[in-house]
């Protein structure tokens, strides 16, 4: 707790008062030069309080370790992952040797090891703490990539419909043979026994990870009627969400493998072809859920009547939605590069943060939700204090 409150304090502390007078050119008298029109003030907007530039290309992937959420691993276009410090950008381990695009990194549940996978199928994982590699694997190119919740398992999903999952360092190995088709999204339950996997022919399996079966496979009419874009579940585990490129999304009971709801395709607007759901999550604390489409619409439904509560307009395509963990606000990242808390109970949004100066295509909150940390199309990574006296 104390590691976190000094991260958050140097991130978002006594400098910004400084820096805001220094910005306003205080004790500069240079007459009229260096004014701003409007439109140059909108685009050089940098409400960030850390920079990180050391990519060299666009930035895929952000991941907070969860022991401290003071580390960040960011995964990119220059082929490379960096481990950094979100207080100050400072390199903690720069993750080499990839032949592709780093598309996936996370940190495993005690953050001693981080992994990294590029778009060619090469998986590294390295030890933070004396920053060597220990162990890789080559499969064939890359979906996604998942920790294990408290063990230091992997799970992989493959563009040939397999999932892998394996015991680090130790190489222990199970593969989890799906259609023959791409492994789209997947999420290991937080029960750590059991992973819910989409593909690309818009059906989702609930797999038993020990047994190494499938327990549910929901396929036809009660799948998706095209591939899978992303899949969250509740605390318990006991209802996920998944959303497609067929604009739905879809409430599943794991229990019993049933699809409970399925919103209409066009319920939250035009019966847009195009409208691919992006992301969705569940509320922490009220019986929420949001799903985020590709036109930027965010839709807060209830979880109990499964109505539509409110539409959440943005200017561009939502990206990825997070909710906050102890309060009914939801962040989302879009294309035009903008940070937004919305409040669910009103449909209001709180605040919007800017920055980067292209697409914003990945964020993560930490713990309390006092910080954002984004992965810019711009070449760089950011870090933003999330400042709300009102909570």
Known sequence: ??????????????????????????????????????????????????TFPKHTGSVFCVGLDPVTNSMAVTGGEDDKAYVWSISDGEVIL????????????????????????????????????????IWSFEVGDLEWLEWHPCAPVLLVGTDDGNVWMWKVPDGDCKTFQGPSCRATSGKILPDGKRAVVGYEDGSVRLWDLKQGSAVHVIKGSDGHQGPLTCVESNKDGSL???????????????????????????????????????????????PLVAVAYLDGTLAIYDLSTHSLRHKCQHEAGIVHLQWEES????????????????????????????????????????????LAVTAGGDHKAKVFCLQRPDR
């Open 327 to 370: 309060s009914s606000v939801v962040a989302t990242c879009t294309l035009d590069g903008a940070i937004r808390l919305w409040d669910a109970r009103s449909g209001s949004m709180v605040s919007e943060y800017r920055g980067h100066s292209g697409d914003i295509l990945d964020f993560t909150l930490n713990r309390e939700a006092s």
């Open 94 to 133: 720069e993750c080499t040797g990839h032949k592709d695009s780093v598309t996936c990194a996370g940190f495993s549940y005690d953050s001693k090891l981080v992994a990294s996978g590029d778009m060619n199928g090469l998986i590294k994982v390295w030890r933070v703490e004396t920053k060597e590699e």
């Open 240 to 286: 996920v969400l998944t959303g497609s490129v067929d604009g739905q999304a879809k409430l599943i009971y794991t229990p019993t493998g049933k699809v409970i709801h399925s919103n209409a395709k066009g319920s939250v607007g035009d019966d847009n072809d195009s409208n691919s759901v992006e992301s969705v999550g569940f509320c922490k604390v009220l």
């Open 1 to 50: 707790e104390i590691g976190r409150a000094v991260t958050v304090e140097s991130v978002c502390g006594a400098d910004d008062l400084a820096q805001e007078l220094d910005e306003a050119g205080f004790g500069e008298d240079d007459g009229d030069e260096g004014w701003e029109t409007e439109d140059e003030m909108e685009t050089e907007q940098d409400d960030s309080d850390v």
